[in-house]
């Protein structure tokens, strides 16, 4: 389940709020991993959620509850 969290359809901001609520998931990392494993849309993570570290290979979110 988590891979489906970086596949940013239409209704992406509910489901990613749903699974951090059901899981109790504070934050996301996308990677290099991440980047090379799905269709990662970094620019919708950055514009939706707050960045709390980034460097070169990692991004890291913070979500809002």
């Given at each position: 389940?988590?891979?489906?969290q970086?596949?940013?359809p239409?209704?992406?901001e509910t489901?990613?709020?749903?699974?951090?609520a059901?899981?109790?998931?504070?934050?996301v990392?996308?990677?290099?991993?991440?980047?090379?494993?799905?269709?990662?849309d970094?620019?919708?993570?950055d514009?939706?959620?707050?960045?709390?570290?980034?460097?070169a290979?990692?991004?890291?979110?913070?979500?809002?509850?």
């Amino acid at each position: 389940q988590a891979h489906s969290q970086y596949r940013i359809p239409p209704h992406t901001e509910t489901c990613l709020l749903r699974y951090a609520a059901e899981y109790d998931i504070d934050y996301v990392l996308v990677g290099t991993r991440e980047r090379g494993s799905y269709a990662v849309d970094t620019e919708w993570f950055d514009a939706n959620l707050r960045v709390v570290y980034r460097n070169a290979q990692l991004t890291v979110y913070k979500i809002a509850k």
